[in-house]
């Protein structure tokens, strides 16, 4: 009879063993296969629990999908600017060379000797893509009337000489253009772009948070400074709740590439336990993307945060810089557990 | 396969992968919003992190292990786990005479949210993603014993969940390494009927 560690060995052996395998096969649990065949009772109870993994296994993946995930999942990705707009459910991206005959009052669109190739990304319904080719010409005449792209095709009769006109006259009108344009610069300037929304910058600060490796959290010096003190400095509207016995526990550290801005992170532990980072990087910042200039002064409501995953992110600006709050916590508890009452409205 | 900004390759990843991912989501964390947020979470860090990707083939297992990352991750307390409260012996265990009885869906997740984060884990790896030990022990970085203990402590757990009726035997009550006592009560947990 085999001794105590022998069987405890055996045992764990048999449990690692999956269902419909050929895991007896494998060097490391040769001594499972020999013990099997020398005890039939051992034999019994590893076919039972192969029984039960084979059960287990089966169900384990029997999970209904709610409806209309993946359109939610490319909308999320989307507002990150992932993935182009006009995605239908159920449809398989292809892209699609155009090619269509164009009458000789077009050929503007397509001057030059060269077919003027470009491909256009289109929704098409097989999710493998077997049918894709079959829905090409049908999506190309859709394509050239939305896109105003075409190819010309190299038998389209061009004449040498109306080409030259028009070359000339298409350089004529693009010197003046640029002249103009030059002079306007002058006296005009356009109407600024407005910027990242809150959302879309609470949404960044989360997808940051969630990329950072997770040994990154409390990487950083002890910090012991006085809020709104020196650049990128720690909120006043933050408060990390403390207690004599467990006392609270902030550290700094750098981030760089926050909405393209370098800052600072403060990992935030609470007496309870309840963690989250504050995020502090420059409003503005020479080459950074630009922030809407309507941000909260103070931090947003719950019901104004961006929430997934257990996490919640919060986004206001304060003294001239940007501040981004992270907590690993999605309830409205996690989420106010960090503010000072009289700062929440 | 997705590469960082490629917008095309993002959308067939989410197409080809986002059933399997959310399934594996509400097997660890037992509800269908957490599911859908961890789906969401898992491709937003798969956008941002798809450089990383060197195989195109190893998509899924890829997008599995930012999963659980991200489960863990959002169990920032971790549940007790009663470690060494299983007497896990071959001793004490009896001849089986009937086959397993039949289980559900439901009753498979009722036992799961019973089970630690740990244990759904490497549960999710073995009857979800069929890794094999060895795999199991590459991909979390242990030893491949640890593996087979801690895979034979989370089937014998969720076993005692799915079948109570089989309980055949009590463990005394264990400490943990501080020497106190477990804060989860003890079950007397079936091993082998």
């Known amino acids: 009879m085999a001794g105590e560690p022998e069987k405890q060995r055996i045992y764990e052996a048999i449990e690692a063993c999956r269902p419909g395998s050929q895991d007896l096969s494998d060097p490391g649990l040769a001594f499972l296969d020999r013990a099997l065949a020398e005890q039939p009772g051992l034999a019994a109870r590893y076919e039972w629990v192969q029984a039960v993994d084979r059960q287990v296994a089966l169900i384990f993946t ?26 239908e459910e159920g449809l398989c991206p292809v892209k699609v060379a155009c090619q269509q005959e164009v009458p000789s009052s077009d050929l503007t669109k397509g001057f030059g000797r060269e077919p003027n190739r470009k491909e256009q990304l289109f929704w098409v319904g097989s999710e493998d893509g077997k049918n894709a080719e079959s829905e090409k010409n049908g999506k190309c005449a859709q394509a050239a009337d939305s896109i105003q792209t075409v190819e010309i095709s ?21 010197l003046a253009g640029a002249i103009a344009v030059g002079f306007l610069g ?17 949404t960044e600060a989360l997808r940051f948070a969630m990329s950072e490796p997770e040994e990154a959290f409390g990487s950083g010096q002890p910090w012991i400074g006085q809020p709104s003190q020196g650049p990128l400095a720690f909120s006043r509207a933050i408060w990390v709740p403390s207690h004599r016995t467990q006392p609270a526990e902030i550290r700094v550290r750098k981030v760089s590439g926050l909405l ?36 909260p002064g103070e931090p947003p409501r719950y ?31 996690a989420y106010y557990h960090f503010f000072r009452p009289q700062v929440v409205t | 396969m997705a590469t960082e900004g490629n917008p095309l390759d993002i959308a067939r990843l989410v197409a080809e992968h986002h059933e399997a991912v959310y399934r594996y989501a509400y097997r660890l964390s037992g509800s269908q919003p957490d599911a859908e947020d ?40 971790p549940t007790p786990t009663p470690v ?4 896990l012996s071959l001793e004490n265990l009896p001849e089986p005479e009937h086959p397993p009885p039949a289980i559900d869906s439901e009753q498979l997740q009722q036992a799961l949210d019973r089970l630690s984060a740990q244990d759904r884990v490497i549960l999710g790896m073995f009857y979800f993603e069929n890794l094999s030990y060895r795999e ?9 014993g640890t593996v087979m203990s801690r895979l034979a402590r989370a089937k014998a757990r969720l076993r005692g969940q799915l079948f109570p009726q089989l309980v055949q035997q009590s463990t005394p009550p264990k400490t943990d390494q501080t020497g106190r006592q477990s804060p989860v009560p003890e079950k007397k947990l079936p091993v082998w009927p």
């Open chain 1, 62 to 87: 029997e999970v209904p999908v709610p409806e209309g995930l993946e359109t939610r999942i490319l909308e999320t990705l989307q507002t990150t600017h992932w993935v182009p707009t006009g995605y």
């Open chain 1, 154 to 174: 190299p038998t389209q009769p061009l004449f040498a000489s109306a080409k030259k006109k028009l070359f000339w006259w298409i350089l004529v009108a693009g």
């Open chain 1, 186 to 202: 002058l006296f005009w300037s356009p109407e600024p772009q407005p910027g990242l929304s809150l959302v879309e910058i609470q």
């Open chain 1, 260 to 295: 393209g801005r370098d800052g600072l992170a403060y990992d935030l532990r609470s007496a309870e336990g309840i963690c989250a980072t504050l995020y502090v990087v420059p409003l503005h910042q020479a080459g950074a993307v630009s922030v809407a200039e309507q941000l």
């Open chain 1, 303 to 333: 019901d104004e945060t961006v929430r997934t995953g257990g996490y919640c992110a919060a986004a206001w600006q304060e003294n001239g810089c940007l501040y981004m709050l992270v907590v690993h916590g999605d309830s409205a508890r």
């Open chain 2, 38 to 77: 961890l789906t969401q979470q898992v491709f937003l860090i798969a956008c941002g992190k798809g450089g990383q990707l060197r195989q195109a083939d190893s998509v899924r297992s890829w997008l599995f292990t930012i999963l659980r990352n991200c489960f863990l991750k959002s169990r920032a307390k």
């Open chain 2, 84 to 87: 060494g409260a299983l007497e």
């Open chain 2, 136 to 144: 199991i022990a590459e991909q979390l970085k242990i030893p491949m």
